[in-house]
């Protein structure tokens, strides 16, 4: 999971493993999510969202699973690839937060060949 | 090719002296967003704007100046006033969310050393 401090979260995979990163959000209100995937010295890429009123989210090799009852957030990628190896993070938006997002600090995967 | 397109990569500035840094939009977006990233933290937003010719400020706004003249163009000073500049710097955009929240796109991002 992601936390707040000096070091991210790591988490080491094998090439073709499933990847399983978590989120624990805070604001009960939130209404959308995002993850983000960035790779060293880079912007973010948009990976997936997932609104409040879903509680799974599929795309290319990649799901989203919301559980609202306990805030959390995951991001599971299918046999993951040495190109996938970067820093994730989650974003959460409030119904209460105006355009604000809240971002994660991130948890870094990296994939062994 | 549509995008954001962020200015210098890296900048290296001495204490004192302000800097801007660019962002540009080509995606026909409304919002456009500045956010700082600091090791081991989540981002931080500095600014952001919805419509030309008006912006609003975001949790870390001190220290910052933003112009929204273009839509296209959201530019950031970082003025001496700001106590630790050093930081990577972020510029997205997205569609002005409605009743329902969009995703934001990211640029390169610029790399800020003052020292």
């Known amino acids: 999971g992601e936390s707040v401090g000096l070091h991210l979260p790591t988490l080491s995979v094998q090439e073709g493993d499933n990847s399983i990163i978590n989120c624990a959000y805070s604001?009960?209100?939130?209404?959308?999510f995002i993850w983000y995937k960035q790779e060293s010295g880079k912007g973010p890429q948009f990976i997936i969202d997932?609104?409040?009123?879903?509680d799974k989210r599929q795309g290319q090799r990649v799901t989203v699973l919301l559980n609202k009852t306990v805030k959390h957030l995951s991001l599971q990628i299918a046999a993951t690839q040495p190109g996938d190896s970067a820093v994730y993070f989650c974003a959460e938006h409030g119904e209460d937060t105006g355009n604000q997002f809240y971002f994660g600090t991130g948890t870094s995967l990296t994939v062994i060949p | 090719d549509g995008g954001i397109t962020q200015s210098p990569k890296y900048l290296f500035r001495k204490e004192g002296q302000n800097v801007t840094l660019s962002c540009e939009q080509n995606l026909n977006h409304d919002a456009m967003y500045w956010y700082r990233q600091d090791p081991g933290q989540g981002l931080r937003l500095i600014y952001y704007?919805?419509?030309?010719?008006?912006?609003q400020k975001g949790d870390i706004a001190e220290g910052y100046s933003v112009s929204r003249e273009k839509k296209e163009s959201f530019p950031l000073t970082v003025t001496s006033a700001q106590k630790n500049p050093t930081a990577f710097y972020l510029c997205?955009?997205?569609?002005?969310?409605?009743?329902?929240?969009?995703?934001?796109?990211f640029g390169p991002g610029t790399r800020l050393t003052v020292t």
């Open positions: 997205a955009s997205s569609i002005v969310p409605g009743t329902a929240p969009y995703e934001q796109y």
């Open positions: 604001n009960s209100a939130s209404d959308y």
């Open positions: 997932i609104r409040s009123n879903m």
């Open positions: 704007s919805q419509i030309v010719n008006d912006f």
